[in-house]
């Protein structure tokens, strides 16, 4: 290499790219053509350009010391980026030291830095192969991302089908039974949780047969959609409408304890049901037969009793004649 | 992981065909597979067999097609030319397609390929032969020789695929830089 500088410069400069060869005086005697682009003038000095990055400031202290004691050499580009080259570094002859640099993880800052393309890397090294495997992990990661989402939302959807009945769009039975479970949860399980009481409405239709019957299935089914709207109108949002089969709702209204105020509402859900009587029925009038009980703090029945207690003030209901509400404490 | 494999083909014939193909396609999976909606087709390679039927195209075209759409697909293309500083390097490193798929889904089967280089020609034999995929490579050459601004002849033998380089600066390819852009959009893109 001392024999013929001039020829072992520029071969030096082909083989490794990254390459600083200098004076243990710290005077540079050649610098590898893609390290010149990362740190622009280096030929000129170290010294502003580059420092250690492992405590020691001195490019050159750092870097003889890191040779004379076999160590990997680290060395913080000065201006710009955030950036540390590491690498090692050899004595070739007395009096000079040859490091051969790279990038490390940081290539990506190098590259935006310096602009740095294909032909500035040694083939021998693995920067396009870091390059290619960032990018491919990156675009594959958004794809799984977008499936997750997409199955995130397909469940979300399939859930909430699974808890609504199709021809009312209210809730069915699961959906009920749900948020029954719901609401006892609320209105006892939890001691320090302030208690949140509701009452459960039970209603069935008067005369549903009939229509069915004598009208067809289509206009039950439309009758049936009906009254699905009318109780969708008459609930708040944080209760529950659900039909639990045939021609039977249930309602869920969440601090509803006055017995007045669930008397007037049943009385507007039976005027509204009696006003959707179809033409054609003679002398019937469809209406609605209400039971209904109010759960304060006690429950420690089950959903199943609840409902059980709801259907039997419902027959009371039918009893008493129909097109009426009976309210339980 | 041919979820990959069959959203990029769902993406084809979408981007190229429309909605429209792409529904009744899917609709003719779902009757083959017994399925009872559409919903759960998956679009694999037999789907663009449909598609070709359909459109009255050969099979083999259809494939080739394929791989030239992915070429123009941005993080797809920037992928392939991580793979080569000039179209001829690219040809000859193709033997490490399979080698850098597996790096990124490992369950992605990428068939073998050998290259056998000559002055101006470049043959890449295939190791399983597969028509397919064959195609496929055809297609992605074709869009990569584009990219570079190469002109070349590509023919698809039996088990191989020739590539007669006659201008590698024929036009201006392309322009690519490693740093690429940060805003990159997902691996495929309608």
């Known amino acids: ?329 | 992981m041919n979820g990959l494999i069959n959203r990029a083909i769902e993406e084809f014939l979408r981007s190229t065909y429309g909605e429209e193909l792409l529904q009744s396609v899917a609709d003719e999976s779902a009757v083959a597979a017994g399925l009872s909606s559409p919903l759960w087709v998956d679009f694999g390679p037999a789907a663009l067999n449909r598609a070709a039927f359909r459109l009255a195209k050969p099979s083999s075209e259809m494939f080739e097609d394929l791989g030239a759409w992915m070429t123009r697909i941005e993080p797809i293309r920037r992928l392939l030319r991580f793979s080569g500083r000039d179209f001829r390097d690219f040809l000859l490193r193709l033997d490490e397609l399979p080698g850098r798929a597996h790096l990124v889904v490992p369950t992605l089967k990428v068939p073998r390929l050998e290259v056998d280089a000559t002055d101006q020609t470049v043959r890449l034999v295939m190791g399983d032969p597969d028509q397919d995929w064959q195609f496929v490579l055809a297609g992605l050459i074709r869009g990569m020789a584009d990219d570079y601004g190469a002109l070349c002849l590509i023919t698809v033998e039996e088990g191989a695929i020739r590539v007669d380089i006659w201008d590698e600066q024929f036009a201006e390819g392309r322009m690519f830089c490693l740093q690429g852009s940060t805003l990159q959009g997902p691996a495929v893109q309608a």
């Open chain 1, 1 to 329: 290499m001392t024999k013929d500088n001039a020829v072992s410069v520029a071969t030096l400069a082909q083989l490794m790219p990254m390459h600083l060869w200098l004076a243990d005086s710290g005077r540079v005697l050649s610098v590898g053509p893609t390290l010149d682009k990362v740190v622009p003038d280096l030929d000129q000095g170290l010294e502003g350009r580059l420092s250690g990055a492992r405590g020691g400031v001195d490019p050159v202290a750092e870097i003889t010391s890191a040779v004379d004691h076999n160590r990997r050499l680290f060395l913080r580009v000065s201006c710009g980026a955030d950036l540390v080259l590491r690498g090692h570094g050899v004595r070739v002859d007395a009096g000079t030291m040859l490091c051969n640099l790279g990038f490390g993880i940081g290539i990506h800052r190098a590259i935006r830095k310096a602009g740095l393309t294909d032909g500035d890397f040694a083939p021998s090294e693995l920067a396009m192969e870091l390059l290619f495997l960032h990018e491919a992990n990156r675009g594959v990661l958004t794809e799984l991302s977008r499936f997750n989402d997409q199955l995130a939302q397909s469940r979300r959807v399939a859930l909430l089908q699974a808890q609504t009945d199709p021809l009312t769009g209210l809730s069915n039975r699961r959906g009920l039974e749900m948020a029954l479970a719901m609401a006892l949860r609320s209105a006892g399980d939890a001691p320090d949780v302030k208690p949140v009481p509701f009452a459960l409405v039970h209603l069935d239709l008067d005369h549903f047969k009939q229509v069915n019957d004598i009208l067809g299935h289509k206009a039950g089914d439309d009758l049936l959609q009906a009254v699905g709207a009318v109780l969708r109108s008459q609930v708040r949002k944080a209760d529950t409408a659900a039909r639990i089969g045939g021609d039977e709702f249930v309602l869920i209204l969440s601090g509803m304890t006055s017995a007045a105020a669930l008397n007037e509402l049943a009385g507007r859900i039976i005027a509204a049901i009696r006003a959707l009587t179809p033409p054609g029925l003679g002398q019937l009038r469809v209406s609605a037969s209400l039971g209904v009980i109010i759960c304060t703090d006690k429950p420690a029945d089950s959903p199943e009793i609840l409902l059980a207690q709801a259907d039997e003030a419902l027959y009371e209901s039918k009893r008493k004649g129909r097109g009426c509400a009976t309210i339980r404490q």
